[in-house]
């Protein structure tokens, strides 16, 4: 899949939006991808799913997990895509744990799915479950990454867009300074 034919999804279902907005990771930026206005549309995910499927169709893989809320319908697509059980992790008192009876074997190959990439800190809370489990992440499948590959969990790591979007620390973000209404997109709340 072209990234031309990405961006082009994403505009037509509006990803991108701008404002003052409190990122997962705790950061602040004037932009959001909010691709869940993507994921609305089950023509438009499995398309993209087929395309985030396909970088890693030649792997080793056992189970898909995705973290909730993000990672949920994004990775049961490319479970679908990729003909592979997924199965997601959620919050239970602040952690990240795998709850309704999902379980993971032990030495089970993990494709871990989310949405967006930013500071990773939801896909290594992800790894901290799996190596409970004692399963092994053997990729990083992910919409978009916003850290512009800087973000290394030590797997092949792929994205269907990658965008330099700035993220500020709350302590110098232009926005506050300025008094802008915060929002808070995301999964974790403010």
Not at 15 to 43: I, M, R, T
Not at 45 to 70: H, N, R, S, T, Y
Not at 119 to 129: C, D, N, P, Q, Y
Not at 132 to 140: L, T
Request: charged content about 30%.
């Amino acid at each position: 899949m072209k990234e031309k034919r990405v961006i082009e999804i994403f505009k037509k279902t509006g990803v991108l939006q701008e404002g003052h907005f409190k990122l997962s990771s705790g950061l602040h930026s004037n932009k959001y991808l909010q691709c869940a206005q993507v994921l609305q549309y089950p023509v438009h995910a499995q398309e993209l799913a087929q395309g985030l499927g396909e970088k890693f169709k030649d792997m080793d893989i056992d189970v898909v997990v995705g973290p909730a809320m993000g990672g949920v319908t994004l990775s049961y697509a490319v479970g679908l895509a990729l003909k592979k059980k997924t199965i997601f992790t959620e919050r239970e008192g602040g952690d990240m744990t795998l709850r309704r009876g999902f379980r993971l074997n032990k030495g089970d190959k993990v494709l871990v799915v989310d949405d967006v990439l930013t500071t990773g800190k939801s896909i290594r809370e992800v790894l901290e479950v799996l190596d409970r489990e004692g399963a092994e992440m053997v990729g990083v499948a992910t919409l978009v990454d916003r850290s512009s590959g800087k973000v290394d969990f030590g797997v092949p790591t792929k994205a269907m867009l990658n965008v330099d979007v700035v993220a500020y620390d709350p302590k110098e973000c232009p926005m506050c300074k300025e008094g802008l209404k915060i929002t808070k997109p995301g999964s974790r709340g403010i």
